[in-house]
């Protein structure tokens, strides 16, 4: 009997340690399926903010972009980098003149040298920008070469406009003195008949 009771306490005492041992494994594992998971935050550079809000503010009316810039402008004035980053997408978009893409380029060349750390993703957006002014003075220039060929061209059309202008003028005086001539070569030979009746 005593031998059966040390099995039965043996055997209890080996029970409740694989008890213990499967609820602790159990509520450790069920600890770490309580858990939440570790987050991967991933935070957007300088550059990815000025990329999203172009893309974001595309379709704003020019009344909308107007205010918009202005308060940006004033805002990054005062130095603060979240609107510095918007000045420079607004001076990207189609409604901006070339003054305030000017402006934004140069907000952004200052914003690098502040900001080192962003330097990288904000090269390769300073280099579009650079790339867009080349373009735009390329078309600058030929509009002006354009606009310099028409002023030309109209100069050319007015003058000649003005010389077709004295010579209707002239041809009009040339008109009323063959008139004039032409009634006194009548008087004349009206004179001239009268003096050979006379004669006869």
Same mark, same amino acid.
């Given at each position: 009997?005593?031998?059966?009771?040390?099995?039965?306490?043996?055997?209890?005492?080996?029970?409740?340690?694989?008890?213990?041992?499967?609820?602790?494994?159990?509520?450790?594992? @069920?600890?770490? +399926?309580?858990?939440?998971?570790?987050?991967?935050?991933?935070?957007?550079?300088?550059?990815?903010?000025?990329?999203?809000?172009?893309?974001?503010?595309?379709?704003?009316?020019?009344?909308? &972009?107007?205010?918009?810039?202005?308060?940006? &402008?004033?805002?990054?004035?005062?130095?603060?980098?979240?609107?510095?980053? @918007?000045?420079?997408?607004?001076?990207?978009? !189609?409604?901006?003149?070339?003054? !305030? &893409?000017?402006?934004? /380029?140069?907000?952004?060349?200052?914003?690098?040298?502040?900001?080192? =750390?962003? +330097?990288?993703?904000? !090269?390769?957006?300073?280099?579009? /920008?650079? @790339?867009?002014?080349?373009?735009?003075?390329?078309?600058?220039?030929?509009?002006?070469?354009?606009?310099?060929?028409?002023?030309?061209? =109209?100069?050319?059309?007015?003058?000649?406009?003005?010389?077709? #202008?004295?010579?209707?003028?002239?041809?009009?005086?040339?008109?009323?003195? $063959?008139? #004039?001539?032409?009634?006194?070569? #009548?008087?004349?030979?009206?004179?001239?008949?009268? $003096?050979?009746?006379? =004669?006869?």
């Amino acid at each position: 009997m005593y031998e059966g009771s040390s099995e039965m306490k043996t055997l209890s005492l080996v029970l409740v340690v694989l008890s213990a041992l499967l609820m602790s494994g159990c509520a450790g594992n @069920r600890k770490a +399926a309580d858990q939440p998971k570790e987050k991967i935050v991933v935070q957007a550079t300088d550059a990815d903010t000025i990329l999203s809000c172009l893309a974001g503010e595309r379709k704003m009316s020019r009344q909308t &972009f107007n205010g918009a810039y202005k308060t940006a &402008f004033a805002n990054a004035a005062r130095d603060e980098n979240s609107e510095v980053l @918007r000045l420079i997408c607004l001076s990207l978009h !189609q409604y901006a003149s070339y003054k !305030q &893409f000017k402006d934004g /380029m140069d907000a952004l060349s200052l914003y690098i040298k502040a900001h080192p =750390e962003s +330097a990288s993703g904000l !090269q390769g957006v300073h280099i579009l /920008m650079q @790339r867009i002014d080349r373009e735009k003075i390329g078309k600058w220039a030929l509009s002006n070469k354009s606009l310099d060929e028409k002023d030309g061209l =109209e100069a050319e059309n007015k003058e000649l406009l003005e010389r077709n #202008e004295v010579l209707e003028k002239g041809a009009s005086n040339d008109q009323a003195r $063959i008139k #004039e001539l032409q009634k006194q070569i #009548e008087q004349l030979k009206n004179i001239e008949s009268i $003096i050979k009746n006379r =004669e006869r």
